[in-house]
């Protein structure tokens, strides 16, 4: 089965209206893992995904509205994406913006998207 068949399965299960009293974060990392993971396995580490409920909200901040999707990518000093150019830079920016099309696309909801850099991806 399809990926698109799995989460369109799922999505006829759920009532995605009710997405703020639901926890789709599983649901969505383990998409996000399937669709990314093997297209930038030399680049990307690993996914997290958090409810706006569960996101750290610092005092006077208001309430996160979407879902935040924190992606684990190698980089900084002393790895091969060190330093930074511009090519290396878009790299980054345009995997953020591939998992916000797949979130967007498939689940219908708009996310925060971060990448978080690391040196080795056993270090996550």
Not at 40 to 64: A, F, I, N, S, T
Not at 67 to 87: A, K, M, N, R
């Amino acid at each position: 089965m399809k990926l698109q068949e799995q989460i369109s399965r799922m999505k006829s299960m759920m009532d995605l209206n009710e997405s703020t009293s639901k926890d789709l974060s599983e649901l969505i990392k383990k998409g996000l893992e399937k669709s990314l993971m093997s297209k930038h396995e030399d680049l990307l580490c690993k996914v997290e995904v958090r409810h706006p409920d569960k996101r750290e909200v610092l005092q006077g901040q208001e309430k996160y509205l979407h879902y935040g999707i924190y992606l684990h990518v190698i980089g900084g000093h002393g790895t091969e994406y060190f330093p930074q150019s511009i090519d290396v830079y878009e790299m980054y920016g345009n995997l953020m913006d591939e998992a916000w099309d797949f979130v967007y696309n498939y689940f219908g909801l708009a996310t925060d998207v971060y990448n978080i850099k690391t040196k080795k991806c056993e270090e996550n």
